[in-house]
């Protein structure tokens, strides 16, 4: 049952309580940590480390709170330690689950890159998600329209989404819907909240066709 008394359908998300927030929301939203055996707080991005989870939201000001208020020890019910640049751990990992899978898309010939074949890709509508470089040319992003319906991911930088392609930088990416597009977006909007910034303008809005 939920809390609201009405019974759990089958695509239900799973659900977990975070630590600062007192919240309960689905688990794809928040970041689990578990306590190493040296006593320190691990995190745990792919949930398969042993141990009982502790469940702090995806958001910096939540994780930075959870280390420096002693809220890990007071859900592992024991004195852990949390490092200060905790979130900036989380961080650098989640960008790189963002990479791989993009790179595991382009190799399966569902993301392409570069403005010529992305604008190509959302004429046709094959795209479902455009993603542009944070540190991009405003003006170059402004000329591509998020497709309708589809996601607009903006608050990665021009040499993350290049390790994604093989190049130096990459500024425009379109992804197919299907295949690695949802677990992209999951693991984007939790980088999100992590990010210091979020790219202004470009990364905080969608950029419908007019």
């Known amino acids: 049952m939920t809390r609201g008394g009405q019974p759990k359908t089958k695509g239900d998300a799973p659900e977990r309580k975070c630590i600062v927030t007192g919240q309960t929301a689905p688990k794809t939203g928040l970041i689990r940590f578990v306590v190493g055996p040296d006593a320190s707080v691990v995190p745990d991005l792919a949930e398969k480390l042993p141990g009982r989870g502790i469940w702090v939201s995806a958001d910096r000001a939540a994780i930075d ?25 989380v961080e650098a990992m989640l960008a790189r689950r963002v990479v791989d899978l993009l790179s595991l898309a382009r190799k399966g010939g569902q993301a392409v890159a570069g403005f010529e074949k992305v604008k190509d890709w ?67 909007a ?8 979020d790219g202004g303008d470009s990364a905080g809005k969608d950029r419908r066709r007019k």
């Open 122 to 188: 959302l004429s046709k509508d094959q795209a479902d998600i455009l993603i542009q470089a944070s540190d991009g040319s405003g003006r170059g992003k402004s000329k591509l329209s998020t497709p309708q319906g589809g996601r607009f991911i903006g608050w990665l930088t021009a040499d993350e989404l290049g390790l994604a392609f093989g190049r130096q930088n990459v500024i425009h990416v379109a992804l197919a819907a299907g295949g690695l597009a949802s677990r992209v977006v999951e693991e984007a």
């Open 65 to 89: 709170k959870a280390g420096k208020k002693g809220l890990f020890s007071r859900a592992a019910k024991m004195q852990v330690t949390a490092p200060d640049d905790l979130a900036d751990r």
């Open 190 to 197: 939790r980088l999100k909240g992590l990010r210091l910034s």
